[in-house]
């Protein structure tokens, strides 16, 4: 019966973390994977995430010189302890590159190193509400009725800084800045598409603009999929992918997902396949605030106070490096009286 009841409310706490209604910080893991594209919202502060995947890219041989091989690991990590809106994350790939050199003959090598080494931070600028229609019941209309409020996209920026600490097949010569818009439109409860459009290598001969288009449907309790566009314009090429894939919640803090694509490299064909997990550790706190009894929120109180010397600047950013002192409960004993 307990485990009936516990499955129940994980199942629960996952199709509210793909809902309109969650804000940054969700009860159960939001990843990014295994899409490429990247959601407007933070992982909330108190929360460190760790989202790995094993990946293999092949391509055919086209060009005199090409990269027609990859196999690696890529680790993006992720965290807030600023603000509720501003994440902080760090995406690193270490991978095995096959070079090759197409003319009379075809020659290859392998070379290892970093593919990226990229540090970077996004600010959510707006964050859509919506109806909740779960209390009308007057009308089956309304209740069913579409929110055009829906059609308004969330939307963050994203500002990241490329290190150049990478292979040298993958040097631009310099650090480089990466921009970024984030839009995720939450179209139903078990429906979203996000949308990225991203300047990269800024400032180098290497620079490129893209967009990624990917749509996330929740298909049951704890399997969800997704459809993903992502379309580089490079100075020399344009490259382009489809993917797709699954993700499975195992528990509300790890996360398993599987996905593949079709790769178009300029005049190169191919297909990528990765295996990931996410998984995070979760330090979160809600913070308490006094509300008066019109549900307004009592300013200068004693509460108010607590959370303005626990929320200063160098206690959040030096609170990752304490640990939590274990509170002793006492234990009353409670004397009975004989009849």
């Not at 055009?148 to 290190?163: H, M, Q």
């Not at 800024?202 to 379309?231: C, H, K, M, P, V």
């Not at 079709?262 to 509300?291: C, W």
């Amino acid at each position: 019966m307990m485990r009936n009841q516990k499955s129940k409310f994980l199942i629960f706490l996952f199709l509210v973390s793909f809902s309109s209604i969650y804000g940054q910080y969700t009860n159960v893991i939001n990843s990014n994977k295994p899409g490429f594209s990247e959601s407007p919202y933070s992982v909330g502060k108190g929360v460190y995430q760790f989202e790995t995947n094993l990946f293999f890219r092949n391509t055919s041989i086209e060009p005199t010189f090409s990269t027609p091989s990859s196999f690696g690991i890529d680790l993006l990590f992720r965290t807030s302890f600023l603000s509720e809106k501003l994440e902080l994350n760090t995406q690193i790939s270490y991978q095995r590159d096959e070079i090759a050199f197409k003319n009379i003959f075809t020659s290859s090598y392998y070379t290892n190193g970093l593919g990226r080494f990229t540090i970077g931070a996004k600010y959510l600028l707006f964050q859509q509400e919506y109806e909740d229609k779960t209390k009308e019941v007057r009308s089956w209309k309304r209740r069913n009725a579409f929110d055009k409020k829906r059609l308004i996209p969330s939307v963050a920026i994203y500002a990241g800084l490329n290190t150049d600490m990478v292979n040298d097949i993958y040097k631009t010569g310099s650090m480089s800045p990466k921009a970024g818009i984030l839009l995720q439109n939450n179209l139903s409860s078990d429906f979203n598409i996000i949308t990225n459009v991203f300047y990269d290598k800024i400032g180098t001969d290497f620079a490129e603009f893209s967009y990624i288009l990917t749509g996330t449907i929740n298909i049951s309790d704890r399997w969800s999929t997704f459809f993903e566009n992502q379309t580089i314009f490079q100075k020399e090429q344009t490259n382009s992918n489809l993917g797709t894939g699954l993700a499975f919640l195992y528990s509300r803090n790890l996360q398993i997902n599987a996905s593949g694509r079709f790769l178009f490299e300029g005049k190169s064909q191919g297909f990528f396949a990765g295996l990931g997990v996410s998984y995070r550790i979760d330090k979160h706190k809600d913070s308490f605030k006094e509300l008066d009894e019109n549900g307004k929120e009592i300013k200068d109180s004693p509460i108010s106070e607590y959370n303005k010397r626990k929320n200063g600047f160098f206690n959040r950013l030096f609170s990752i490096f304490t640990k939590d002192k274990s509170k002793k409960k006492t234990r009353k004993r409670v004397k009975r009286k004989r009849n």
